[in-house]
């Protein structure tokens, strides 16, 4: 039997292709792995009216890691419409199946690294290293939603806010709710989680991002579980930062940060915005880290327009793969792994587009492996 066993999950459009690429790199590898491949994605949506089937949860439970390309996902209306004739008409409802996935598994930890490599022309300065932790399981992404508003919520609400009391004359389907859940367990780990990894990686400073002087219930509980982890950890310097600013500061001056923690969708938001300071989508990988599972994967989507091309770029599964070869002990693999990337880019000979070049998804990868 191989000492590991890796989840190989493509998903769709782009995301059968890096991963393809991580193939490659895997074989240059020789890690004591078996991959089986489990079903995620749009087409077992259309065709089973599930995209995260049972056999793919069943088989996540016996793996030691599991690699994720992307998945395409769309609006409720539209992604009804495309279920196959034979389900048309059930009450089926689409979820993101990497958002069901981050649940099922208490995946609670997002960690994406944003990492200037030396030479990349399309780095926004030299020298940037960003870490950004996401809560990654509650928020705006807890799934506790209602369009149209029951009559019953719509009663309280104009009951218990007078803020609200415009809403509460509209009729059901002319609203809609989401709640943004943070409780104090998660946010209180999700931050530990941070602190600890500046105390291993030398860090020297988190910064908590939020909005609590307007979003007050939820992020004043996120801000305040935050300041109660900090205190723990009087070695590691904490600031806090309000979401509309630190995108204008990250801009005017990345080195003042270091590493961020934010609740689930204000994560999301500065790690797209930190992926583009180092390179773009190509670059940003990710890993969603539980207690007993973690699943690594670029953070960018299926990207249609270029589905079936071959033409994108692998580096952030490639960096992902990284991710999993240090979480899994493999430290020698994961830092052969990241000196491949860097040299592939520092020579800048074969570039994908977004590079400016005109390299394959699969002449990258194989640029890198080589260098392994
Ligand atoms: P996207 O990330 O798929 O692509 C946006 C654009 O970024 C692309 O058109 C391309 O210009 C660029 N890009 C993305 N990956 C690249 C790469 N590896 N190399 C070079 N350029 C790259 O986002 P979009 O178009 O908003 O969403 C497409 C689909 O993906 C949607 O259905 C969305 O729901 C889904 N999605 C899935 C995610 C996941 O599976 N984790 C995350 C984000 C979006
Ligand atoms: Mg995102």
């Known amino acids: 039997m191989a000492k590991y066993r890796i989840a190989w999950?493509?998903?769709?459009?782009?995301?059968?292709?890096?991963?393809?690429?991580?193939?490659?790199?895997?074989?240059?590898?020789?890690?004591?792995?078996?991959?089986?491949v489990g079903d995620i994605g749009w087409k077992f949506w259309r065709k089973e009216g599930d995209p995260l089937p049972p056999r793919t949860i069943e088989l996540l439970k016996h793996v030691d890691a599991a690699l994720f390309g992307a998945v395409t996902s769309k609006p409720v209306k539209a992604a009804n419409a495309e279920l196959v004739p034979e389900l048309q008409g059930k009450t089926l409802v689409y979820r993101s199946p990497i958002v069901r996935m981050r649940q099922l598994f208490d995946l609670y930890t997002c960690l994406r690294p944003c990492k200037a490599y030396p030479e990349n022309a399309l780095n926004f300065k030299e020298g940037i290293d960003l870490v950004v932790f996401r809560e990654n399981t509650e928020d705006l992404y807890a799934g506790v939603e209602f369009g149209p508003v029951p009559r019953e919520l719509?009663?309280?609400?104009?009951?218990?806010?007078?803020?609200?009391?415009?809403?509460?004359?509209?009729?059901?389907?002319?609203?809609?709710?989401?709640?943004?859940?943070?409780?104090?367990?998660?946010?209180?780990?999700?931050?530990?989680?941070?602190?600890?990894?500046?105390?291993?990686?030398?860090?020297?400073?988190?910064?908590?991002?939020?909005?609590a002087n307007v979003v007050r219930a939820s992020d004043g509980l996120f801000l305040d579980a935050a300041k109660s982890v900090a205190a723990q950890f009087p070695d590691i310097a904490m600031d806090d930062a309000n979401i509309d600013a630190i995108t204008m500061w990250l801009l005017k001056n990345p080195f003042n940060y270091d590493v961020l923690v934010a609740p689930n969708l204000y994560g999301d938001i500065i790690s797209d915005l930190c992926a583009q300071m180092v390179g773009g989508l190509g670059f940003g990988c990710s890993a969603n880290i539980g207690e007993t599972l973690a699943v690594f994967e670029p953070t960018h989507g299926s990207a249609p327009k270029y589905a079936g091309q071959y033409k994108v770029n692998p580096i952030a599964t490639i960096l992902a793969v990284k991710m999993m070869l240090e979480w899994l002990g493999e430290t020698d693999k994961a830092q052969s792994v990241q000196g491949a990337v860097a040299e592939v880019i520092r020579e800048g000979k074969v570039r994908t587009y977004d590079m400016g070049g005109r390299n394959s998804t699969i002449e990258m990868a194989i640029a890198i492996a080589a260098k392994l």
């Open 154 to 211: 719509a009663d309280l609400f104009g009951k218990s806010a007078k803020s609200f009391a415009p809403f509460a004359s509209l009729a059901p389907d002319d609203y809609a709710i989401s709640c943004k859940i943070n409780t104090r367990a998660g946010s209180e780990r999700i931050v530990r989680a941070a602190f600890e990894f500046a105390r291993k990686f030398h860090r020297k400073k988190v910064t908590v991002v939020h909005k």
């Open 9 to 36: 999950l493509p998903g769709d459009g782009i995301g059968v292709e890096v991963l393809e690429a991580a193939e490659v790199v895997f074989e240059k590898l020789r890690l004591d792995a078996e991959y089986p």
